[in-house]
């Protein structure tokens, strides 16, 4: 079985201040790791995902994220941040064996000026 | 990727009535699923909406509370029946195109507020 655990149900940066969002995982086979944004009231965007391959991933908006199997982790990352940022942000995971993804608690990213 | 729509995009209904969701995809997808995010809370799978097929149910939701319609590859309906104030969530839908690494795409949601 998977399961994902993501550290800090908020979090606050400065505006141009790096952020970090963190994101463990558990799987006994290959996982597939997604990264999920959900601005105030839309529904989720596919911000990044690890497949298979190259084991730091880039995706929208600045953001990159690298898998790293002996820590099982699968850390997001922006080198500054936006105001725009401010959203919450969910890990999920999924593997062949199963069609569904199991998704974090998601973690609120707080801008300050 | 898909583009996925939802009707109605909010409602406020009253306790005991019904409220049918519709998710429309602009293209033909094998997967499509119906999540409910309480407020504050992360997605919680409903169900797996099979296409000419039963819906797939997770533990702890009924069909007689949640009937899922799939008559084809790009449409499905949520059903929540006989309402509570505890229904009141997010519900999203969402597809899975292919058979590509279980990525999904999500439609923007429907907010319901049960009074």
């Known amino acids: 079985a998977q399961s994902v655990t993501q550290l800090g149900s908020h979090v606050s940066v400065s505006e141009g201040a790096l952020v970090l969002l963190r994101c463990n995982y558990s799987?006994?086979?290959?996982?597939?790791l997604f990264w999920y944004v959900q601005y105030p009231n839309q529904g989720l965007q596919l911000l990044l995902k690890?497949?298979?391959?190259a084991t730091l991933v880039k995706g929208i908006n600045g953001f990159e994220a690298e898998f790293k199997k002996s820590e099982t982790s699968f850390h997001l990352t922006k080198p500054s941040a936006h105001m725009s940022d401010a959203a919450e942000y969910f890990c999920?995971?999924?593997?062949?064996?199963?069609?569904?993804?199991?998704w974090g608690a998601g973690t609120k990213l707080i801008i300050k000026p | 990727s898909a583009v996925i729509s939802q009707k109605p995009s909010r409602d406020i209904c009253q306790r005991g009535t019904s409220l049918t969701i519709q998710c429309q995809v602009d293209?033909?997808?094998?997967?499509m699923f119906w999540y409910r995010q309480q407020p504050g809370q992360s997605l919680t799978l409903i169900a797996t909406?099979?296409?000419?097929?039963?819906?797939?149910?997770e533990s702890g939701f009924v069909i007689d509370k949640f009937p899922i319609s799939r008559p084809n590859l790009t449409f499905s309906t949520l059903t929540v029946s006989n309402m509570s104030p505890e229904d009141s969530s997010i519900y999203l839908c969402?597809?899975?195109?292919?058979?590509?690494?279980?990525?999904?795409?999500f439609g923007p949601g429907t907010r319901l507020t049960v009074l």
């Open positions: 293209s033909q997808v094998t997967m």
């Open positions: 799987s006994s086979v290959p996982p597939y």
């Open positions: 969402s597809v899975r195109q292919g058979a590509s690494y279980n990525e999904q795409f």
């Open positions: 690890y497949t298979t391959g």
């Open positions: 909406a099979n296409q000419g097929s039963e819906a797939t149910y």
């Open positions: 999920a995971v999924g593997t062949d064996s199963n069609y569904q993804l199991i």
